[in-house]
């Protein structure tokens, strides 16, 4: 089993939709949840990080954590076509190792 | 942005060579990673570093060795390249700021192996 595991998609919404893109974890003692931004030939770029259960909103982004189910999740309201990339999760684990799922292409159609 | 540079950005190389890659901070970031990206995936870790001379193995470690002997330098080197070693290379660096530790990325490193 992947430590961290998140659905490949690729997901595609409409112009203005929610898109809902999930992750999971292995490690029960993992503390720090991250979700990263991946352009298509660009490096990945942190848009969101959760700590504690429950939600953390930033402009049209929320992120989930239900640490007792080990899930971590994205939401992206009112999403447009620049939302279109790569989104992945990542998830701290000890001595500092940052782990990451495989990701989510997530397309965005005008 | 954040201060780290890898280099090269584009190397092709000979099935066989020995081959370091570069990875240079000027935050004086606590932890170092590298990474590799496949398609289908993602992101896995090949080495990371957590201080001068400490470092541990990541993923897929096999084939590949780390060295950081100063703060702001994390080399990784192929020993012996493989073409299952093609691939892009990210490095990448984070401190932990009262229990946060949000890691910033290089501009990758695309490695060929013929």
């Known amino acids: 089993q992947k430590e961290v595991e998140q659905n490949s998609g690729p997901l595609s919404v409409p112009e203005g939709a929610i898109a809902s893109l999930n992750c999971t974890y292995s490690?029960?003692?993992?503390?720090?949840f991250f979700w990263y931004r991946q352009y298509s030939g660009k490096s990945p770029e942190l848009i969101m990080f959760?700590?504690?259960?429950g939600d953390k909103e930033d402009g049209r982004f929320t992120a989930q954590l239900n640490k007792a189910s080990q899930y971590v999740s994205l939401l992206i309201r009112d999403s447009q076509p620049s939302d279109s990339a790569t989104y992945l999760c990542?998830?701290?684990?000890?001595?500092?190792?940052?782990?990451f799922g495989q990701g989510t292409e997530l397309s965005v159609k005008p | 942005d954040a201060g780290i540079t890898q280099s090269p950005r584009h190397k092709v190389t000979e099935t066989g060579t020995p081959v370091t890659l570069r990875c240079h901070q000027t935050?004086?970031?606590?932890?170092m990673y590298w990474y590799r990206q496949d398609p289908g995936h993602g992101l896995r870790l090949i080495h990371y570093s957590y201080g001068v001379k400490d470092t541990d193995k990541g993923e897929v470690s096999d084939g590949y060795s780390v060295s950081r002997s100063k703060t702001e330098d994390f080399l990784l080197t192929l020993e012996s390249a493989t073409s299952s070693q093609t691939s892009v290379y990210f490095c990448?660096?984070?401190?932990?700021?009262?229990?946060?530790?949000?890691?910033?990325f290089g501009q990758g490193t695309r490695l060929t192996v013929v």
């Open positions: 990542a998830v701290e684990g000890q001595g500092g190792k940052l782990i």
């Open positions: 490690d029960r003692g993992s503390q720090s």
């Open positions: 990448a660096i984070s401190e932990d700021l009262a229990g946060r530790t949000e890691a910033f």
């Open positions: 959760i700590y504690s259960n």
């Open positions: 935050e004086n970031h606590r932890y």
